[in-house]
């Protein structure tokens, strides 16, 4: 059991179980501990080299000097981690730096850290065994600070230097800074403990594996208040210059030189462990050029909307109205600038089913924006994807099961609860509920469980009394009928903050952060951001909110964005998603709604975010298309010629 143990401002730390002694190290590791242990915990363990500014500074002149790299010069770091090379090199000139980690929070850190500095590097999370670049791409790949050698067997760093011998360019060069596992077999430290910080210590044990090519490590930290954070194994292969040489030769590098041994000075110099004593290789890609990729052929996309023919309850006169058609127009327009597309539309939908026959055969991918539902009915947006998942039609956007869960407010909250993302305390009224005998803290916001696009949430959806709370509840089954479900929440003062994310697991882009804008707002109107500022032009909400980019503690920020990754995959979101939260007086942020498959206008939340982060309308609509295409169509897989 472990409980929660609230500390500053946008950061938790748990208290945990520790096992005691063990007598096999071993039994207890399991066989994908990386993708557990770089965290947050990882830079307090490892804070006295990964966090040394003067350490990073002294790699980097070595690693630059080594290399030889110059103006202009791509570089891939593989388990970037948080970023410290590549955010030392970026000060040494003007080069195309990118990074890759496997652990999502070390490479959100490493985001938020390069915006705040106004660096541009490229950080993705991604695994090194399958890289998410084309051939030939990058003039370097360094692969620093020990990252190599955490598999169970050593074929799976072997697909690591195939990659990299994959993407790097004809005559580039690895760089790579590996335990020397001859000196850490013989001179490993069994057990030690040392101080981190005033209230941290961390208690290790070592132990070589019954193959003895690997050394198995176990941290206890403990904090002195709390107890123990935290007891965790990890391992890695214990490298030999000659079998590092030998793998690196099979694989196709020439050249291979190895430059001396690095040794840390460490401010803290206690325990080192896999620090302690690193060689240092680097190796050439002797290669011809890949093959050069037919000239693509344009692909045709058939982009399906709401039916502008029919009813739509969602708008203000339940008609598609001037404000729709030029923001369709728009699209049409954004559309027409990527030349690699051809596009066509389809919105009547009497016909759909047999007009998506017709083109079938000729329709490369649909572009799925038909967010009104089939026949402009919210219910029916899940049908959309249905049917052309019948047809065989790759499209953008989620599956109908992760529409139909995302509709379902109340849902959402248990799912998110059950992975340990924090919702906003609240309840479900059924038609057979008495309001009366409910124990309500006020102030309070009712809502339709089921709906879309703020649809029957306004201003007067806000309680702060029993009396106003029986009227919202009573306007909304009026509206929706009395037989529905409504979620009533507790009414969050915080600021209220949207996350955006394009693409799709291991090669994502997080947008920017937004926040409402309340500062406008006439007193007495409660801050929400409904139906009201969506859609009613002469509303006070519409005129005066506005989306501006969140100002949010780097934790805060990381805190969010990690909570909307963990709801993307647990959802199975695809290509594109936002994520609404608010925050309690106390800064907390809780989860409001998942929005899969958002909405796509140019004013929209996801194009505002897009706007902030320096990405047009058009590259917006052109980043989805890409993410679907990707997803359907890899592009690491086996080029032709």
Not at 356 to 375: A, S
Not at 402 to 421: H, N, P, Q
């Amino acid at each position: 059991m472990k409980t929660k143990v609230p500390l500053k401002k946008g950061t938790t730390e748990r208290a945990g179980k520790t096992m005691g002694p063990v007598k096999n190290l071993e039994y207890h590791l399991h066989p994908e501990w990386w993708k557990r242990i770089f965290n947050a915990t990882y830079l307090k363990t490892d804070a006295d080299v990964v966090e040394d500014e003067n350490i990073t500074r002294s790699e980097i002149n070595l690693f630059h000097e080594l290399l030889d790299i110059r103006e202009g010069n791509s570089l891939l770091d593989l388990a970037c981690g948080q970023g410290r090379h590549l955010l030392e090199l970026s000060q040494r000139g003007n080069y195309q730096l990118f990074g890759l980690d496997r652990s999502r929070y070390l490479t959100q850190r490493a985001k938020s850290i390069a915006r705040k500095k106004g660096v541009a590097i490229n950080f993705k999370e991604g695994d090194a065994r399958k890289l998410p670049y084309a051939n030939d791409s990058f003039d370097f790949v360094t692969i620093l600070g020990n990252s190599f050698g955490y598999f169970e067997t050593a074929e799976d760093d072997v697909k690591i230097l195939r990659e990299v011998f994959r993407v790097l360019k004809p005559g580039g060069r690895l760089l790579m800074d590996v335990a020397d596992g001859s000196f850490l077999r013989e001179n490993y430290t069994p057990r030690s403990w040392e101080w981190i910080d005033k209230k941290h210590f961390v208690c290790r044990e070592r132990s070589l594996a019954t193959d003895n090519e690997r050394l198995i490590s176990r941290e206890v930290v403990t904090n002195t208040e709390k107890g123990v954070i935290v007891d965790q194994f990890y391992a890695e292969r214990l490298y030999t210059r000659e079998i590092l040489a030998d793998l690196t030769g099979k694989v196709g590098f020439k050249d291979l030189a190895f430059h001396g041994n690095l040794e840390v000075a460490s401010l803290r110099n206690q325990d080192l462990g896999m620090m302690a004593n690193r060689f240092i290789l680097t190796a050439t890609a002797k290669k011809e050029w890949s093959p050069k990729r037919k000239k693509k052929d344009i692909k045709n996309v058939v982009v399906l909307m709401g039916d502008p023919g029919l009813k739509d309850v969602i708008k203000p006169y339940a008609v598609f109205d001037t404000d729709d058609f030029e923001t369709i127009e728009k699209l049409k327009v954004g559309l027409s600038k990527l030349g690699n597309y051809k596009f066509s539309y389809l919105n009547n939908h009497s016909s759909l089913i047999a007009d998506l026959q017709k083109i079938r055969d000729k329709t490369d991918l649909v572009f799925n924006l038909c967010d009104e539902g089939f026949g402009n009915d919210a219910k029916k947006e899940l049908h959309i994807p249905a049917l052309l998942e019948m047809m065989h039609l790759p499209y953008t956007g989620s599956n109908p099961q992760t529409l139909a869960y995302c509709y379902d407010k109340s849902l959402i909250r248990g799912i998110a609860t059950e992975i340990g993302v924090p919702v906003a305390n609240a309840f479900v009224i059924t038609a057979e509920d008495n309001l009366f005998e409910l124990n309500i803290p006020f102030p309070v916001i009712a809502k339709p469980n089921f709906g879309d696009s703020s649809f029957g949430i306004t201003q007067k959806n806000v309680a702060n009394t029993i009396e106003e709370l029986a009227d919202a509840i009573l306007r909304i089954r009026e509206q929706f009928g009395y037989d529905k479900p409504i979620l009533v929440e507790e009414f969050l003062t915080g600021a209220e903050v949207s996350v955006g994310i394009i693409g799709n697991p291991d090669n994502y882009t997080v947008l920017p952060i937004i926040e409402e804008d309340y500062s406008e707002l006439p007193e007495g109107l409660p801050k929400i951001c409904g139906y009201e500022a969506k859609w009613l032009t002469d509303s006070p909400y519409m005129q005066t909110l506005r989306s501006i980019r969140a100002s949010l503690p780097v934790a805060l920020e990381q805190e969010l964005i990690n909570h909307s990754l963990k709801l993307f995959q647990r959802l199975d979101c695809k290509d594109y998603c936002r994520f609404d939260w608010r925050l309690n007086s106390q800064d907390e942020p809780k989860m409001l709604e998942v929005n899969p498959n958002p909405g796509w206008c140019w004013d929209g939340h996801l194009a505002k975010m897009s706007s902030i982060g320096g990405m047009d309308y058009t590259q917006m609509l052109e980043a989805i298309l890409n993410a679907a295409d990707t997803r359907y169509h890899p592009i690491n897989e086996p080029q032709l010629s």
